[in-house]
T-cell receptor
Framework: DAGVTQSPTHLIKTRGQQVTLRCSPK?????VSWYQQALGQGPQFIFQ???????QRGNFPDRFSGHQFPNYSSELNVNALLLGDSALYLC???????????????FGPGTRLLVL | AQKITQTQPGMFVQEKEAVTLDCTYD???????LFWYKQPSSGEMIFLIY??????QNATEGRYSLNFQKARKSANLVISASQLGDSAMYFC?????????????FGKGTKLTVNP
């Protein structure tokens, strides 16, 4: 049973560029959430996708956008990169509508983004 | 105000001993879930244990148990018989509301070091 996968594992970009990160959820999961984890901090919620719609959003600017595909995989796009966007980006998947325990979010290995 | 507080930036424990990692939370929602995740240096967040606000008994998963004191709003993680592989960052997180797919709010984490 494959877990959550993310690509790429590492990425280096320069200020002003755009980046796309990808996530494939755990088998049987239909909901994808994205988190940003700055160095030395806990993850911060960016947004969540369910049924190809953004279902919930954290306190992140519009430069951060996403998409969910019919196969439940998801992309996170960040435009006009800033130095402060350097972080570990984590994707988590869950299955909506089941017991609260089963809606536990399972995380992927993350993408480490460095903005120079 | 912080919703999740982890007051121990770092903890040390001898191999085979038990250790308690502290977590306090703040919410006015009667329905919530509390989670503990382990994050090794590789970056992946590994789900350890879940406690629902209505659960009557403390959650246990193998060597992990959650000491849930609802009136004190604390959800401490107890790791019994520590192993060298337990060395990692540990994050406490909370999900508010009935639906399982609401965002997780994380604490700042505790770095656990297990000494041989």
């Amino acid at each position: 049973d494959a877990g959550v996968t993310q690509s790429p594992t590492h990425l280096i970009k320069t200020r002003g560029q755009q980046v796309t990160l990808r996530c494939s959820p755990k088998s049987g999961h239909d909901t994808v959430s994205w988190y940003q984890q700055a160095l030395g901090q806990g993850p911060q919620f960016i947004f969540q996708y369910y049924e190809e719609e953004e279902r919930q959003r954290g306190n992140f600017p519009d430069r951060f956008s996403g998409h969910q595909f019919p196969n439940y995989s998801s992309e996170l796009n960040v435009n006009a990169l800033l130095l402060g966007d350097s972080a570990l980006y984590l994707c988590a998947s869950s299955e909506a509508g089941v017991s609260l325990y089963q809606e536990t979010q399972y995380f992927g290995p993350g993408t480490r983004l460095l903005v120079l | 105000a912080q919703k999740i507080t982890q007051t121990q930036p770092g903890m040390f424990v001898q191999e085979k001993e038990a250790v308690t990692l502290d977590c306090t939370y703040d919410t006015s929602d009667p329905s919530y879930g509390l989670f503990w995740y382990k994050q090794p240096s590789s970056g992946e967040m590994i789900f350890l244990i879940y406690q629902g606000s209505y659960d009557q008994q403390n959650a246990t998963e193998g060597r992990y148990s959650l000491n849930f004191q609802k009136a004190r709003k604390s959800a401490n993680l107890v790791i019994s018989a520590s192993q060298l592989g337990d060395s990692a960052m540990y994050f406490c997180a909370m999900r508010e509301g009935q639906g399982g797919s609401e965002k997780l709010v994380f604490g700042k984490g505790t770095k656990l070091t297990v000494n041989p």
